[in-house]
């Protein structure tokens, strides 16, 4: 809560005038109501024509000030709103990127979605329904009370008790109501399993899930409407008490100066006037009604949003020093995912000499992708140090370190957009023709204007990997890392393909996972990885010879050949 309201503090000049406003249209509305209730009054006594001129000109002042003063308060108010809102997700953006790589690991993009649209949109009910309505009400009150003390001590009570009921008393025990109600979880729950049940549709349809999916999201749709609909009630119970005690005090203020009137006390000139008062500065603290759910919705939209900042992370405020090319090293490295029970990567040191060829292979699941990853520095050692040319990484920028290192993982990521904009992400100041070469290179013969839908869905397996593979040829790197570039691609392909690639690769460090274990002979090193653990290093013909593990597998391998 402390982040809002310091994010909204930068607001807060249009917030007081904002404020300010409101205040003089509540405080000219009760003078309009009260001026009304005398000129009736006293015209019923038939005053001079001058006396009644001179009332019905300040009634239309009145009335021109208290529209003109809501115009502007509309206007100041919601700038104040989006400006804040704006603000708000800028900060929360700020907050997420660091923490990007790994993001996925433990938030479900669904739940993001709900955090960063509808969490942040929640929030525009903080200044407008929460903040303000409070402030005004209390300007308002203040002034009607005092006013009401000139003609009586008890409808200034009276209007006192009433004001307490309504920005005290009832908010009070509404809001311990509120607090057992979750309408943002569960609508956030609802939202996850939609956003997975959509991208997963394909898959239920083919094991005959779709069904099952689809009532469990019902059950969530049901339980988030049934939390709207408990948080609904409270808000019109809130509503309904405030309208009663307005009823109440307007009726306790009219009965009162009755009472004043028929002992004397009173003058009954007044009894309209302060009658009309009373109901019309009520009119001011209706907002206050719904101040409890949406001080609680904003609390909670808070508390999701906030989620990130309890992880401290590392500093990075280092570059990585620029060289001609660079020798990787890898000392003592142990990783564990979050929340896993065993380590994934064990104690492990390697080097990788400037300008060599490594190739990784292991098992499924050994660890190489996690190796490659910590090498690109997407996630950080649990313990243990990576050196570029003797430069821990761990300090170092990220941005740098990708200025010298081309990627490649598993999996790209393809948007929605054309062949020219999927490569752009590698090259923005790409000409096209240098576009077309890198596509040409790729064996890919796609137009530059082609359509590509989200996620690459119209592309092929091969397609796919040949159009990242075209990324990488629009890069001039000095390390290349790649997980298995070539695995949904046919041997005519692959071997078209890895000659271009290996040229293009010429003088960088480049360490590339494969499951292929026949063609590495030009390989300067093979590192062989079992059960998170190097197994062995050296060059084909080195491991060739040991009859170790990297012998038996090219043993199955080419039996199965
Ligand atoms: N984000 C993650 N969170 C938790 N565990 C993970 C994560 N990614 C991978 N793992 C686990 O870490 C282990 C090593 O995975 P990794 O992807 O590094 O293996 P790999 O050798 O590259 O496998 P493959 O050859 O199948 O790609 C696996 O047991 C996997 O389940």
Redesign the pocket.
Same mark, same amino acid.
């Given at each position: 809560m402390q982040t809002l309201i310091d994010l909204l503090w930068h607001e807060k000049r249009d917030a007081l005038y904002s404020v300010g406003l409101g205040a003089l249209s509540g405080l000219t509305a009760v003078a309009l109501f009260a001026m009304s209730g005398y000129m009736i009054s006293k015209a019923a006594l038939a005053p001079p024509f001058y006396t009644i001129l001179i009332l019905t000109s300040f009634l239309k002042l009145f009335g021109a000030v208290k529209s003109s003063s809501r115009y502007f308060e509309r206007v100041i108010s919601h700038r104040v709103t989006f400006q804040a809102l704006s603000r708000i997700r800028l900060h929360f953006f700020e907050q997420l990127q660091p923490h990007v790589p790994?993001l996925? &690991?433990k938030y479900r993009s669904g739940d993001l979605l709900a955090r960063f649209v509808g969490d942040v949109e929640a929030l525009q009910n903080f200044f407008l329904r929460v903040v303000y309505p409070p402030l005004v009400t209390a300007v308002v009150f203040l002034a009607t009370i005092f006013f009401s003390l000139f003609f009586s001590v008890w409808i200034a009570l009276a209007l006192l008790i009433g004001i307490l009921l309504v920005s005290v008393v009832i908010p009070v025990i509404l809001s311990k109501r509120l607090t057992k109600y979750d309408v943002l979880e569960k609508r956030a729950a609802l939202s996850t399993e939609t956003a997975e049940y959509f991208a997963g549709y394909r898959d239920l349809r083919l094991h005959q899930q779709a069904k099952n999916k689809q009532q469990s999201l019902e059950r969530l749709q049901h339980m988030y409407e049934q939390e709207q609909h408990r948080n609904s009630r409270v808000q019109v119970w809130s509503q309904t008490l405030n309208a009663g005690v307005a009823s109440f005090s307007a009726f306790a203020v009219l009965a009162a100066g009755a009472y004043l009137v028929s002992t004397g006390e009173l003058n009954g000139l007044y009894l309209a006037m302060l009658t009309l008062v009373a109901l019309t500065s009520f009119e001011s603290a209706i907002p206050l009604a719904n101040t409890p759910t949406y001080f609680h919705e904003s609390n909670q939209a808070m508390e999701r949003l906030e989620f990130l900042d309890k992880e401290p992370l590392p500093i990075k405020d280092h570059s990585l020093l620029v060289a001609e090319s660079y020798t990787l090293m890898v000392n003592q490295l142990i990783y564990s995912?979050?929340e /896993?029970l065993r380590p994934?990567l064990n104690n492990i040191s390697l080097t990788f000499p400037a300008g060599s060829s490594t190739v990784i292979v292991? /098992? &499924?699941? &050994?660890?190489? &992708?996690? $190796? $490659?990853?910590l090498l690109a520095g997407m996630i950080m050692p649990t313990s243990g140090e990576i050196l570029y040319n003797g430069q821990d990484i761990s300090n170092v920028q990220e941005e740098s370190l990708w200025q010298q290192t081309g990627i490649q993982l598993?999996s790209s990521h393809f948007f929605y957009g054309t062949v020219r904009e999927n490569l752009a992400l590698a090259h923005a100041s790409a000409t096209d023709e240098e576009l077309q070469q890198a596509l040409e290179k790729a064996q890919l013969p796609l137009d530059l204007d082609a359509s590509v839908f989200e996620r690459g869905e119209n592309l092929s397996g091969g397609e796919k990997q040949r159009l990242s593979l075209a990324r990488l040829f629009l890069q001039r790197a000095k390390v290349w890392l790649l997980?298995?570039p070539f695995t949904s691609m046919d041997s005519f392909t692959e071997e078209r393909l890895s000659s271009e690639l290996k040229q293009h690769l010429n003088g960088g460090t480049v360490i590339m996972?494969s499951?292929k274990l026949n063609g590495l002979e030009e390989v300067d090193q093979i590192v062989v990885?079992d059960h998170?653990e190097i197994k062995e290093v050296g060059s084909f013909e080195e491991l060739v010879a040991r009859q170790g593990l990297f012998y038996e597998m090219l043993e199955i391998e080419n039996q199965i050949v």
């Open positions: 790994q996925f &690991s995912y979050p /896993a994934v292991g /098992a &499924s699941g &050994s660890g190489k &992708s996690t $190796l $490659l990853q598993q997980d298995e996972i499951h990885m998170g």
